[in-house]
């Protein structure tokens, strides 16, 4: 079954400090594959996406995120947070040969500490 | 500027009661995700239309929770009679034509049934 996991229910890194939040995805074809922000009260806004090609795609806010097929994983990093990045981060993966839906996993809320 | 709006934002209501929550797409757009939010569950896709028609409603649970577009300009959910069960945040979220995932999301209708 298709399925989208984020191991870490919850992260907190230092201002300044390098992120890595992790994600592993289930499905039979090649995934179009998703990084969404939530902040508190808010709905999600896309920060990345990967259709095809290269593998490492840039996003908004200075995110990045590396598809590796071998691992299933997709997962997004980020060089220095800033205390704006806290927020609820959602990986997902699109379902385009389902009749096109998007599932989420679990989320990973980041914490930033000063 | 283009954004998905919903209304209401919150509600509290009491067990037994109609609750409908509305949502306007992106003009253009023709693809409308509901989901619901908990924190038990996550992001659970409810149902999604494309061009009004509904596609999947699978996820929603058919006794109690209906849901529709009468015109382009508006997607209705509704839970008849409602559960304190129901309490979450509900998003609606819309694509365009090409539906490839990259979902916009409105701010979310929070839902407390007493």
């Known amino acids: 079954a298709q399925s989208v996991t984020q191991p870490d229910i919850h992260i907190t890194v230092s201002e300044g400090a390098s992120l890595e939040l992790r994600c592993n995805y289930s499905y039979g074809a090649t995934p179009y594959l998703f990084w969404y922000v939530q902040s508190p009260g808010q709905g999600l806004q896309l920060l990345l996406k990967?259709?095809?090609?290269?593998?490492l795609v840039q996003g908004i806010k200075g995110f990045e995120a590396e598809f590796k097929r071998s691992q299933s994983s997709f997962n997004l990093r980020k060089p220095s947070v800033h205390w704006s990045d806290a927020a609820e981060y959602f990986c997902?993966?699109?379902?385009?040969?389902?009749?096109?839906?998007?599932?989420f996993g679990q989320g990973t809320e980041l914490s930033v500490k000063p | 500027d283009a954004r998905v709006t919903q209304t209401p934002r919150h509600k509290v209501t009491e067990m037994g009661q109609e609750v409908t929550m509305r949502c306007q797409p992106i003009l253009g757009h023709n693809t409308v995700f509901w989901y619901r939010q908990t924190m038990m569950q996550g992001l659970e896709l409810l149902a999604y239309?494309?061009?009004?028609?509904?596609?999947?409603d699978s996820g929603m649970p058919k006794d109690r929770f209906s849901a529709e577009m009468p015109d382009a300009t508006l997607a209705t959910l509704k839970i008849q009679p409602s559960e304190p069960r129901d309490s979450a945040v509900y998003f609606c979220?819309?694509?365009?034509?090409?539906?490839?995932?990259?979902?916009?999301f409105g701010e979310g209708s929070r839902l407390t049934v007493l």
């Open positions: 997902a993966v699109f379902l385009y040969n389902q009749g096109g839906k998007l599932i």
């Open positions: 239309f494309r061009n009004r028609a509904p596609l999947d």
């Open positions: 990967y259709f095809s090609g290269d593998t």
């Open positions: 979220a819309t694509s365009g034509e090409l539906n490839t995932g990259e979902l916009f």
